[in-house]
C-alpha cells in the first residue's frame, strides 16, 4: 500500500516489531535471515557487519584509486580503498587498517564523513565514507588478504572524471567518493 507524503502523516511510519530472525545460510562475512514482523510481513536479508569506504589524496591532492578483480561480476574495477570491518572492529580502525593494506599508503589526517546503505532493499550494509588527506607511502605496509591482487593508482580531478564519464567506474562506492572529492575541489 502506498500514501502520499504531506509532511503530517509521520504516523503511518511505525517502526515494525520483529518477531522472529531465523538464519537460513552463514558465511564468514555474513549471514542471509528471514525476518518476521507484526502482520506475518516477512523479509529474506543479508545481515552484514558493515564495511568502509576511503576517500584518499596524496599532498599533491591526486586521488588513489584501486584496481581489483571482483569475482560475483567477474571484472577488473577501479575503486576507492575499502573494506568489510572486523568482529568489534571501529569504522576508522578499519579505515586506516584497509588504507595501508590495499595501497601501501597512510595518513594523519582523517575525518569522517556519512554512512551510507548500498543497498536496503535486501541488505543493512551500512559503508562508512572517510576522508583522508596528505595520505603517504609507508615503509613496510600491513599485509592484506592473501588471495588479492591490487594495483593501486594516484588520479587527478580530470582523470577521475575521464574515468567516471567513461563509465570505467561502475562500483557505486567509487562513484560516490570520485564525486565527493571532485565537488570538494569546485
Not at 525476518?35 to 584518499?56: C, D, L, M, S
Not at 577521475?160 to 565527493?180: S, W, Y
Amino acid at each position: 500500500m502506498f500514501f502520499p507524503y504531506t509532511g503530517t502523516n509521520q504516523e503511518k511510519e511505525t517502526q515494525l516489531r520483529l518477531r522472529n530472525e531465523q538464519v537460513l545460510m552463514q558465511t564468514p562475512i555474513f549471514d542471509v535471515v528471514e525476518k518476521t514482523y507484526e502482520e506475518n510481513i516477512k523479509r529474506i536479508a543479508v545481515k552484514h557487519p558493515g564495511a568502509v569506504a576511503v576517500i584518499a589524496t596524496t599532498p599533491r591532492n591526486h586521488l588513489i584509486l584501486i584496481r581489483q578483480f571482483r569475482a560475483p561480476v567477474e571484472r577488473w574495477l577501479w575503486e576507492i580503498p575499502a573494506g568489510t570491518l572486523e568482529k568489534g572492529e571501529k569504522a576508522e580502525d578499519c579505515a586506516k587498517r584497509e588504507l595501508e593494506e590495499e595501497t601501501g599508503f597512510t595518513s594523519s589526517r582523517w575525518e569522517y564523513l556519512f554512512p551510507v546503505f548500498l543497498a536496503p532493499g535486501y541488505s543493512s550494509e551500512i559503508i562508512h565514507f572517510f576522508r583522508a588527506r596528505d595520505a603517504r607511502p609507508v615503509k613496510e605496509a600491513l599485509q592484506g588478504d592473501e588471495d588479492e591482487v591490487i594495483y593501486y593508482r594516484e588520479v587527478n580531478t580530470t582523470q577521475a572524471l575521464d574515468l567516471l564519464c567513461g563509465g570505467e567506474v561502475p562500483d557505486a562506492k567509487t562513484v560516490i567518493g570520485i564525486t565527493r572529492w571532485i565537488e570538494e575541489n569546485r
